[in-house]
Structure formats: structure tokens, C-alpha cells
């Protein structure tokens, strides 16, 4: 039960935060202050929500409403990543710096039948949540290639924060996902000073990754995801390209399973 009423606030919050790009840069740093106070005071917030139902029952039904609402706005597992002309295109246009660009990050098998790429931003709560399925997906799938694609669209420290990840991924690429894993899975907002303890954490050259991050390479990568970003339409984080189609939102590992499942039904392929 308690566990139950820690969800509401949260949920509120989630149903009422705005949505577009430019609007996250602020419930980024809201969301992980509310996020991290939840976790440090459960009995504290449970108690309080348990109150205000008590003394307002007519807030359950409108909890209860405003939820269906949101679930019925929420698209199912199987309309996910739909083919419409306009994805396709876009895709099929950007195939190559999607799938295989000598900027990204690979994880699982560089030969997979199909492919996630994860537009990401290191202070998106939804993101942070999304890190588990990620992870599940790539540690029970043997088959599925997952490109990491930077997109710091959340303010000054998300982009910092990406240079610095960038840096590490160009200095040794396979002690990325353990700096990606501490870094995402870290609470409070993310800062270059936090990326860079990420970075001590795990080992990196810290002269060598400093000098890395005022790069060519660094800003080449940025400015690669931030346009192919604007190709596909994506505007959010975390936003994913599942074969032949594009998945707004956290949707939860079930959905992108689904959704990988699907595309290996099609004999259609763009990469």
C-alpha cells in the first residue's frame, strides 16, 4: 500500500510535465529533485498522500480518471513503431549514420539481425528509468545490436556531460557502458563535474579525456545526433529506432521486446 502511494506523486507529475524538448530542460532538474526526495522519505510522502485522501476521497476518482485517460493517449505494444512513409524515409535516408556512423556507441553484437538506437540525454529521468531496459534487452538478447546515440537537449549540463561521455567512448570504448551505467544511474542533476568523477570512477585517462573533450570529434558527434534528431522528427528523450520504425517515450522493455520481435517477422530491412 505504501509503495502504492509513493507512485502518485510521481505519476501526477509524469501526466502534467511538458513534453517538447525545450520544456524538459527545466522538469529535468524538478523531476530528479522529486525523484530523489521520494526515495529519502517514503513514510514521510505516504503519510501525506494517505491524508489527503482521507480527507478528500473525491480526489481518488479524478486520480483514477486522469489515469485512464493517460493510459488510453499511451500507445500498446503492438501499434509501436508502426511504418509510416514518413519514417521509412527518414531511416532509409539516414541509414547509414543511424546504424553504423564511426561516432556512436555499439553495444551487444556489432552483427545483430536488428537494431535499437536509443537517443538518450544523461539528466532525463525517463532516461534513467529506461537504463534497466536497455540493459535487459542487451544481456537477454544475443542477437540484438543497441546504438547509443547522445542528444543533450536538457541544458548546459547535458551537454557537458555528453562531451565528456564522448571523450571516454573515444579514449576506450569498452569500459564505456560502465561509465554510461554510473553516470545514468546516478541521482540529482547531471554535471560535467559528475561526468567527470563517472569517468575517474571507471579508470579513464582524465588529461587525456579533458584534451578529448574540446574535439573535432566530440562536436562532430553532438552535431551528427542533433541532426538526425531533426530528420526523424525526434524531439524527446529517450526516443528509439527500432528497424524500420521510431518509438517516442520510455516504454518499458515489454514494448520495445515486441517491438524488436515484430521487425524480425518483416522481411523488410533498411540497413
Given at each position: 500500500?505504501?509503495?502504492?502511494?509513493?507512485?502518485?506523486?510521481?505519476?501526477?507529475?509524469?501526466?502534467?510535465?511538458?513534453?517538447?524538448?525545450?520544456?524538459?530542460?527545466?522538469?529535468?532538474?524538478?523531476?530528479?529533485?522529486?525523484?530523489?526526495?521520494?526515495?529519502?522519505?517514503?513514510?514521510?510522502?505516504?503519510?501525506?498522500?494517505?491524508?489527503?485522501?482521507?480527507?478528500?476521497?473525491?480526489?481518488?476518482?479524478?486520480?483514477?480518471?486522469?489515469?485512464?485517460?493517460?493510459?488510453?493517449?499511451?500507445?500498446?505494444?503492438?501499434?509501436?513503431?508502426?511504418?509510416?512513409?514518413?519514417?521509412?524515409?527518414?531511416?532509409?535516408?539516414?541509414?547509414?549514420?543511424?546504424?553504423?556512423?564511426?561516432?556512436?556507441?555499439?553495444?551487444?553484437?556489432?552483427?545483430?539481425?536488428?537494431?535499437?538506437?536509443?537517443?538518450?540525454?544523461?539528466?532525463?529521468?525517463?532516461?534513467?528509468?529506461?537504463?534497466?531496459?536497455?540493459?535487459?534487452?542487451?544481456?537477454?538478447?544475443?542477437?540484438?545490436?543497441?546504438?547509443?546515440?547522445?542528444?543533450?537537449?536538457?541544458?548546459?549540463?547535458?551537454?557537458?556531460?555528453?562531451?565528456?561521455?564522448?571523450?571516454?567512448?573515444?579514449?576506450?570504448?569498452?569500459?564505456?557502458?560502465?561509465?554510461?551505467?554510473?553516470?545514468?544511474?546516478?541521482?540529482?542533476?547531471?554535471?560535467?563535474?559528475?561526468?567527470?568523477?563517472?569517468a575517474k570512477d571507471q579508470g579513464f585517462d582524465m588529461a587525456r579525456l579533458e584534451r578529448d573533450m574540446t574535439s573535432d570529434e566530440v562536436a562532430a558527434t553532438i552535431a551528427e545526433s542533433m541532426r538526425l534528431a531533426s530528420a526523424l522528427g525526434v524531439s524527446g528523450t529517450p526516443s528509439y529506432v527500432i528497424g524500420s520504425g521510431v518509438i517516442m517515450g520510455a516504454v518499458g522493455a515489454d514494448a520495445l521486446k515486441a517491438r524488436i520481435k515484430s521487425e524480425r517477422g518483416t522481411v523488410r530491412s533498411v540497413q
Open positions: 500500500m505504501r509503495n502504492a502511494l509513493l507512485l502518485v506523486p510521481a505519476f501526477l507529475f509524469s501526466i502534467h510535465a511538458p513534453q517538447n524538448a525545450f520544456a524538459q530542460e527545466s522538469r529535468a532538474g524538478i523531476e530528479a529533485i522529486v525523484s530523489d526526495y521520494l526515495a529519502a522519505h517514503p513514510d514521510e510522502v505516504g503519510a501525506i498522500v494517505k491524508d489527503y485522501f482521507i480527507k478528500h476521497p473525491e480526489a481518488v476518482g479524478q486520480i483514477l480518471a486522469e489515469l485512464m485517460k493517460h493510459r488510453s493517449s499511451t500507445p500498446s505494444a503492438a501499434s509501436l513503431g508502426t511504418k509510416t512513409g514518413a519514417d521509412l524515409a527518414a531511416i532509409r535516408g539516414n541509414a547509414a549514420k543511424l546504424f553504423a556512423s564511426p561516432h556512436q556507441v555499439t553495444l551487444g553484437n556489432p552483427q545483430g539481425d536488428v537494431t535499437l538506437v536509443e537517443f538518450f540525454d544523461y539528466n532525463c529521468g525517463f532516461c534513467r528509468h529506461a537504463l534497466a531496459d536497455t540493459l535487459a534487452l542487451l544481456h537477454g538478447d544475443p542477437q540484438l545490436k543497441v546504438v547509443l546515440k547522445e542528444f543533450p537537449i536538457l541544458g548546459p549540463g547535458s551537454t557537458q556531460a555528453a562531451r565528456v561521455a564522448i571523450a571516454a567512448r573515444m579514449q576506450d570504448s569498452a569500459r564505456y557502458l560502465a561509465f554510461h551505467q554510473e553516470l545514468l544511474g546516478s541521482a540529482g542533476p547531471v554535471t560535467e563535474e559528475k561526468a567527470l568523477d563517472a
